[in-house]
């Protein structure tokens, strides 16, 4: 083929590839396919990765422009690149933006590839010398740490969570220095594992036994030794020298959580996640590339690690949002695991102790083996469960009598108590007492519905908790000037302050968003607060991956709204909720307790949570959605438009809707979103769905590729969300 040329996939939010030549004159061949170049587009050089490679496209018979290579060889190919592909043409996505998506950023913007040695840190002599007269604080706690012996990073992250900061300002002083360890100094396992108790043998059993590709859903109760069971298959997977690559959620990945897997495994584990600078990211994704990362522990966007000799892969809490991407594209890594462990012929563990109803209906369906942990490992018991009526009772802060007493027994006895409440800040809505006004969001209140913004700092500061707007808190009725202003209803900010008076003997730390942006700030809450008698306060930050052994009492208040959510997911995400929040009680020894506040206690979700426990939960529901004809009995995709006037939305939305008339599938909209108005953008949208896959997706291929030339297409924000799970 002589006329041959390369078609690059650019990240372009345009549905084609690009034709180009290599700039070194070679032939473009099959072999150059996956390999990443820098290509001139307009007066913007772009890097992209080939595609394919063909004849030059007649429709675009511009001249064609050359290419200069990144490197020698693909960087994604075989498998991942498949997956890719697979994945781009289910959410109906670009190739470039999806592929541009799965690199890390600096191999993204066309950085070459970074260095993947194990480094370690230790002081210098100028920092061995100025060591003794340091001020207490940071950087001297690290000083001392790597003083007279080299630490390895991993190390580093068990040892001083959040480390990197102060360490680079001692390197940036000439205290300390960074340098390569050798390979040789692979680390030993330094705890031994558990004996499996029989469920979870049974469990390990069914992983070890298969070879290539099968499902699990791991389903068990909080506490079970699901972790246990997975490190015991990751120890499998790494005996038969291939690499592992487990999923947590965002809030999952705790340095207790690395730390664990460290010490049992006996191999460098390359942890990918927020926390990490765009440099660290893209050298644990390279040594994965390579093969030297032989354990990958990473959240959401870990899911495109390349795997040269995969095994074995593992998501953890499964059911979590934080596997599904909000923006561009809008990947479920999930699911995308679920592809790839398919394509590579391995098998995959879902984890949970409230599975999906996607994935509980899976295994009902025999798509997945359903192994189930019912009782929780070691010696601890399950917690018990009461529903606390706070009807006509006085309320303090939201928080009963009833809720504050046992608060003050489970101290007494030596214990700590949790408090959850799933609203940031000090209270929902301030409200004027004499004429009825609230303060709304000037970005995301319409006429018609406004938005409350969240009172904070004690009443003087209010912020929009969609948008992210902030302004003072009036001092006086914009409507009425009166003074009666009033903070309406409870966040964790108002009950930190009632506990802190309360309970002044004992330490009230509070853990939400608001205060614990930074991922070791949480480690440093739980540190605050150490293991005797106190009380944590938070929203659900707090609902995972802490083992507080000493936490007795679990309170959960303020969920009645949830109880009422139009959103047809709500009673799903509440119940998850509850039952992880409930986990975290009497994880060890001691037994646990869990009040439910509420002004319900007859709602069917929680009378069928409190006596059955989530499976009946889940059995009704998925009953429900059945009878309803939602997912996981229907498939849905969702398409967005946003624009400065509520109208064209709108207007883009009608057009699309004829092009996905005469397709068969159900058409609901366009109507305005659940928000119609956010960060000041007018929101609409239009449902599209349908019982069978395979007719949904025979309409997106046929429509999608025309939205690109409706005529509005261009002067909106518009975009489709296969498989949504938020419908806001
Ligand atoms: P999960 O991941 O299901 O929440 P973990 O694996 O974290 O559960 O285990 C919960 C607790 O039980 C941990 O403290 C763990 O060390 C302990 N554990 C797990 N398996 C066993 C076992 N077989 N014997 C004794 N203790 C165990
Ligand atoms: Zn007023
Ligand atoms: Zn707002």
């Keep these: 083929?002589?006329?041959?040329?390369?078609?690059?996939?650019?990240?372009?939010?345009?549905?084609?590839?690009?034709?180009?030549?290599?700039?070194?004159?070679?032939?473009?061949?099959?072999?150059?396919?996956?390999?990443r170049v820098h290509a001139p587009f307009g007066n913007r050089r772009l890097c992209g990765v080939v595609a394919a490679v063909g004849a030059a496209d007649a429709r675009h018979a511009e001249a064609l422009k050359a290419v200069q290579w990144l490197e020698p060889e693909p960087l994604l190919d075989g498998e991942l690149l498949a997956s890719l592909r697979w994945l781009a043409r289910y959410l109906h996505a670009p190739l470039g933006e999806v592929l541009a998506t799965a690199l890390p950023a600096t191999l993204r913007r066309g950085e070459p590839l970074?260095?993947?040695?194990?480094?370690?840190?230790?002081?210098?002599?100028?920092?061995?010398?100025?060591?003794?007269?340091?001020?207490?604080?940071?950087?001297?706690?690290?000083?001392?740490?790597?003083?007279?012996?080299?630490?390895?990073?991993?190390?580093?992250?068990?040892?001083?969570?959040?480390?990197?900061?102060?360490?680079?300002?001692?390197?940036?002083?000439?205290?300390?220095?960074?340098?390569?360890?050798?390979?040789?100094?692979?680390?030993?396992?330094?705890?031994?594992?558990?004996?499996?108790?029989?469920?979870?043998?049974?469990?390990?059993?069914?992983?070890?036994?298969?070879?290539?590709?099968?499902?699990?859903?791991?389903?068990?109760?909080?506490?079970?030794?699901?972790?246990?069971?997975?490190?015991?298959?990751?120890?499998?997977?790494?005996?038969?020298?291939?690499?592992?690559?487990?999923?947590?959620?965002?809030?999952?990945?705790?340095?207790q959580l690395l730390a664990r897997f460290r010490a049992r495994l006996g191999v460098p584990v390359h942890a990918l996640h927020s926390g990490l600078n765009d440099g660290e990211r893209a050298a644990a994704w390279t040594a994965a590339w390579r093969g030297e990362a032989r354990v990958i522990v990473g959240t959401r966007s870990a899911a495109f690690t390349p795997l040269q000799d995969a095994g074995l892969i593992v998501v953890d809490e499964e059911h979590d949002a934080s596997y599904k991407q909000q923006d561009g594209i809008r990947y479920h890594a999930r699911d995308f695991a679920l592809?790839?462990?398919?394509?590579?012929?391995?098998?995959?563990?879902?984890?949970?102790?409230?599975?999906?109803?996607?994935?509980?209906?899976?295994?009902?369906?025999?798509?997945?083996?359903?192994?189930?942990?019912?009782?929780?490992?070691?010696?601890?018991?399950?917690?018990?469960?009461?529903?606390?009526?706070?009807?006509?009772?006085?309320?303090?802060?939201?928080?009963?009598?009833?809720?504050l007493s046992a608060v003050r027994a489970a101290l007494d006895a030596g214990g700590q108590a949790l408090l959850f409440r799933n609203r940031r800040g000090y209270a929902p809505a301030l409200l004027c007492h004499d004429c009825g006004w609230s303060a709304s969001c000037p970005r995301c209140g319409t006429p018609e519905q406004g938005r409350p913004m969240t009172v904070h700092a004690h009443g003087r500061r209010l912020q929009c908790h969609h948008c992210g707007y902030r302004q003072a808190a009036p001092l006086a009725c914009p409507d009425c000037a009166s003074l009666a202003l009033q903070p309406q209803g409870t966040g964790t900010e108002r009950i930190e302050e009632l506990l802190a008076d309360r309970f002044a003997d004992v330490p009230v730390v509070r853990i939400d968003r608001g205060n614990t942006r930074r991922r070791d700030a949480l480690q440093k809450h739980f540190e605050a607060l150490g293991s005797r008698p106190g009380i944590l306060v938070g929203t659900q930050m707090l609902a995972k991956g802490h083992d507080l052994a000493n936490l007795t009492l679990v309170g959960v208040v303020g969920i009645d709204e949830g109880l009422f959510s139009?959103?047809?997911?709500?009673?799903?995400?509440?119940?998850?909720?509850?039952?992880?929040?409930?986990?975290?009680?009497?994880?060890?020894?001691?037994?646990?307790?869990?009040?439910?506040?509420?002004?319900?206690?007859?709602?069917?979700?929680?009378?069928?949570?409190?006596?059955?426990?989530?499976?009946?939960?889940?059995?009704?529901?998925?009953?429900?959605?059945d009878a309803a004809g939602f997912p996981p009995f229907a498939y849905l995709a969702l398409l967005r438009a946003e624009g400065q006037h509520a109208e064209p939305p709108l207007q883009f939305l009608a057009a699309a809707r004829r092009l996905f008339e005469d397709h068969g599938i159900d058409l609901h909209g366009p109507l305005p979103a659940p928000m119609p108005r956010r960060g000041g953008w007018h929101r609409s949208q239009l449902l599209l769905s349908s019982p069978d896959r395979r007719a949904l997706h025979a309409a997106l291929d046929a429509a999608v590729p025309r939205l690109h030339d409706l005529p509005d297409a261009r002067k909106l924000r518009w975009s489709l969300d296969v498989d949504p799970v938020d419908l806001y």
């Design 1 to 35: 083929m002589t006329d041959a040329v390369l078609k690059v996939a650019l990240p372009l939010p345009l549905p084609r590839l690009f034709d180009y030549l290599p700039a070194d004159g070679a032939t473009p061949a099959a072999c150059d396919i996956g390999r």
């Design 339 to 403: 592809l790839r462990a398919r394509e590579l012929g391995v098998p995959i563990v879902l984890g949970s102790a409230t599975p999906s109803l996607e994935s509980l209906h899976n295994a009902q369906a025999g798509r997945y083996l359903h192994l189930r942990l019912r009782r929780r490992a070691g010696d601890a018991q399950p917690p018990t469960v009461r529903v606390l009526d706070v009807r006509k009772r006085p309320l303090q802060a939201g928080l009963s009598p009833e809720l």
């Design 566 to 625: 139009a959103d047809f997911r709500a009673s799903e995400k509440l119940a998850q909720l509850l039952v992880q929040v409930a986990g975290r009680a009497g994880r060890a020894e001691r037994a646990g307790t869990v009040l439910l506040q509420t002004h319900h206690p007859e709602h069917p979700l929680l009378q069928t949570l409190v006596q059955g426990g989530y499976h009946a939960f889940a059995e009704a529901e998925l009953a429900l959605r």
């Design 114 to 255: 970074p260095d993947t040695r194990a480094w370690g840190w230790r002081l210098t002599e100028a920092g061995a010398t100025a060591l003794p007269a340091m001020r207490a604080g940071r950087p001297r706690a690290l000083a001392q740490l790597v003083a007279g012996n080299v630490r390895d990073e991993d190390a580093l992250d068990g040892l001083h969570p959040g480390w990197r900061a102060p360490m680079r300002t001692l390197q940036s002083r000439g205290l300390a220095e960074r340098l390569v360890l050798s390979a040789a100094a692979a680390p030993m396992p330094t705890a031994a594992p558990f004996a499996l108790n029989p469920e979870q043998q049974a469990a390990a059993d069914a992983i070890g036994g298969g070879a290539g590709f099968a499902a699990f859903l791991l389903d068990g109760v909080t506490g079970s030794g699901k972790t246990e069971v997975y490190l015991d298959a990751i120890s499998d997977c790494l005996s038969r020298r291939r690499q592992a690559l487990v999923l947590v959620p965002e809030i999952g990945l705790t340095p």
